[in-house]
Structure formats: C-alpha cells, structure tokens
C-alpha cells in the first residue's frame, strides 16, 4: 500500500463525468471578477459598461467544465469563441477515438498525421517538459488514464509500475513540415490536460483579434483566463484568486489586478477523490505515476501567454513552491503565487508588481 498522502482540508467533490481533456477542472480556481457570464448555452445578454460599448456574453460547456466568454463591441464573436472551443476539443480530446491526440496515441510508434494546431501544441508542450526537466510531462497519458478521478478509481501499484516505463516526453517527435507526430514508444500516450485550456485560450484570443470586431473581451475556459483589450470604462481587469479552503463556494484569498494577459490557477481541490482515508488528486508526479507530493494546495500564474501560464501552473505544482518561485523567475514577465498546505503563502518576485495584489 503507498503512504497516505497529505489530504487537502476539502477533500472530494463530486464531478459527474470523466474529463475530457483529463484535467480541466470542474472546479473554477480563478474567478473573472465581475467578468463572467452565468448564462448557459448558445445565449447571449448585453450589457453596458460605463463606455456605452456593449457587451455580450455566453457559456458553454467544453472540455468537461464551464467556458464562458464575455466580448465587447461585437454581438457575432461570443458564437465563434464557442464554435472554436468544439473544433480544439474534438481534436485534443483524448477519450474520443477519432481525435487527433487518440490517434496518436493509437498509431503504433507510426507518424499520425494531425492538423496544424496538434503540431503546434505538441511542439509547444514539449519546450515546458524540456524545460522542467520532465516535472510536466505531457506522456504522463500512459498513467494518467488508469487513473479516474471523476468515478474514484485508483490504479493498483502494479499497473502503475507497469505503465511508468512508458512515460517520457522524448519519445515524443514532431514533423512541422509533413504535419506528423510519432510517439517513439508505442504504449506511450499524449495527455494535454495540463497545457489545452491555456493553448485554445491564446487562440481564442488569435481569433478575437483576426476574425472580430472586439474591442475588449474576457475569456475563461474553467477558470482558466485571458484578458483581450482594455477594460472598457479604464482600471484593471480584476481576478479573484480562490480560498482553498472554501473550494465550492466564491470566496477569494484575495484580488490580482492586470491589465491584460492570462491568469491560470491549478488547484488540489480540483478533482480528488478520498478512497480508504487516503485523498487523490489529477496532478500526477511523472517519476512516480502517483499524486504529486507537494507543499502545494493551489498556485496561480500571471503572464501574457495562457498556454505558458497554464503549463507553469501544472509545473510549479509538481515542483513545490521553493523550487516553483525560482521556475517562475527564470521566465520574463511572469509571476507565481502560492496557497501551501500549511496555510501560508509564496511567491515570486514579480508577483506583487504584476498584480498590485489586494489580500481579501
Ligand atoms: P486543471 O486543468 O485541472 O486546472 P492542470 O492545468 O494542472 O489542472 O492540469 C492537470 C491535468 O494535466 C491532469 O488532469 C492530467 O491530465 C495532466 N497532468 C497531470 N500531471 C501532469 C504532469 N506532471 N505533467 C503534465 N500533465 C499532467
Ligand atoms: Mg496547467
């Protein structure tokens, strides 16, 4: 039997399907203060900020948690964002057989040939498992799907001894020019539930800006957020950073203020599930196929890429927070904060110049 793991003060919350991008959290770490649609569905509802410009806002739900877009200045956008949001789902998604990822990951160690936007996460992915020395390892898929978090199942330590062989991202090539992947290793398996919410997020904004007439907008796949424009009526686009300790409801530990860019939080409380006293949750330590030990409860990350932020985020929770602050620094313009088990806080050191943070 594995030691128990430190239980997080809330532990299991009911999340009723399997993840769909195995990651994305039902649970919304970072809420968009006063930037978010409750609407559900295809519908749209206007408002008007102190500009006159209008608002119109939906949500969806994708990727097994709420996405919800909130555009300024034009009606059409919040229908496209949405429409997007399937396409990178239907491609990424590695439980659905016919996605680009599942064909990969079925393919035998051959090239799979994948639409340009694969290519590009993949090879995008694969700078932050370089970078972190394997800490973020998106062939983590091998013993991340034996794991389900959603129904409480708990690989035994055989299978996940099994499997750990077959997690490591240089098995992973990609071919830009013939639009392929090869997994080297063919029991390897891709799993981008640690980077898609932050990758779509950036092409989300991509599209904002090419295909819109959008003046400013927020987007938030789970709680996973980017900031388009200025914020109509001038000031900072206001985040609030959750309370661990309060996972289901809204309260905040306190307040990130920016002027544009993503904020991502990963957080303990996401998706776990306590079996025989023991609490399990989705972020998996690559060298040992179990929950990651950490000092860890959540961590946020503020840059102005969403597919950095959220693949840091997965990172530094792996790395703890020593270790996480000096990842963090060693990026430009990026900033770290976070919630530890014990209660007190870290972060790095751009953190308050970043975010003027405000403490609840
Ligand atoms: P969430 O998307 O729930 O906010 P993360 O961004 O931290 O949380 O992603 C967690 C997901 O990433 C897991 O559900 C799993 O799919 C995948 N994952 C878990 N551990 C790792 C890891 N060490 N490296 C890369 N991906 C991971
Ligand atoms: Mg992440």
């Known amino acids: 039997m594995p030691s128990p793991l430190l239980s997080p003060r809330n532990p299991s919350l009911a999340v009723n399907r399997r993840s769909v991008l195995a990651g994305l959290g039902?649970?919304?770490a970072a809420i968009?203060?006063?930037?978010?649609?409750?609407?559900?569905?295809?519908?749209?509802?206007?408002?008007?900020?102190?500009?006159?410009?209008?608002?119109?806002?939906?949500?969806?739900?994708?990727?097994?948690?709420?996405?919800?877009?909130?555009?300024y200045g034009d009606e059409k956008a919040p229908a496209k964002l949405a429409a997007a949001c399937s396409r990178y789902d239907a491609l990424f998604d590695l439980y659905k057989d016919d996605s680009d990822i599942a064909r990969i990951n079925a393919a035998g160690g051959a090239p799979t040939t994948v639409d340009s936007a694969t290519v590009d996460i993949v090879k995008q992915a694969l700078t932050f498992c370089s970078a972190s020395d394997g800490l973020f390892d998106i062939t983590i898929g091998a013993v991340s799907t034996l794991w389900n978090f959603d129904d409480g199942t708990r690989p035994t330590d055989e299978e996940i001894?099994?499997?750990?062989?077959?997690?490591?991202?240089?098995?992973?090539?990609?071919?830009?020019?013939?639009?392929?992947?090869?997994?080297?290793?063919?029991e390897a398996k891709l799993d981008l539930g640690a980077i898609a919410k932050g990758y779509i997020a950036d092409r989300l904004y991509n599209l904002l800006q090419n295909e819109t007439d959008a003046q400013a907008a927020v987007i938030s796949l789970?709680?996973?957020?980017?900031?388009?424009?200025?914020?109509?009526?001038?000031?900072?686009?206001?985040?609030?950073?959750?309370?661990?300790?309060?996972?289901?409801?809204?309260?905040?530990?306190?307040?990130?203020?920016?002027?544009g860019g993503s904020v991502v939080t990963s957080g303990l409380y996401?998706?776990?599930?306590?079996?025989?006293?023991?609490?399990?949750?989705?972020?998996?330590?690559?060298?040992?196929?179990?929950?990651?030990?950490?000092?860890?409860?959540?961590?946020?990350?503020v840059c102005a890429s969403s597919t950095q932020a959220d693949a840091l985020s997965t990172t530094l929770f792996v790395a703890g927070s020593e270790h996480g602050v000096q990842i963090a620094d060693g990026y430009d313009d990026t900033a770290a904060y976070f919630i530890k088990q014990d209660g007190s806080t870290a972060e790095s050191s751009r953190w308050q110049d970043m975010t003027n943070f405000e403490t609840a």
């Not at 079996?275 to 990651?292: A, C, E, F, K, S």
């Open 26 to 28: 039902a649970v919304l």
């Open 32 to 71: 968009a203060l006063g930037g978010c649609s409750t609407a559900r569905g295809a519908g749209s509802q206007g408002a008007s900020p102190q500009d006159g410009s209008q608002a119109y806002s939906s949500s969806t739900f994708a990727f097994d948690t709420y996405c919800t877009f909130k555009v």
């Open 161 to 186: 001894a099994a499997a750990l062989p077959h997690v490591g991202w240089r098995t992973v090539s990609v071919d830009e020019g013939a639009n392929t992947v090869t997994l080297a290793d063919p």
């Open 222 to 259: 789970g709680g996973n957020i980017i900031y388009f424009g200025e914020k109509p009526g001038g000031g900072t686009w206001n985040t609030g950073i959750r309370n661990p300790n309060d996972p289901g409801g809204s309260k905040t530990v306190g307040t990130a203020h920016v002027h």
């Open 270 to 301: 996401e998706r776990t599930f306590t079996q025989d006293g023991v609490t399990y949750w989705h972020i998996l330590d690559p060298r040992t196929g179990m929950p990651v030990q950490t000092d860890v409860v959540s961590d946020t990350i």
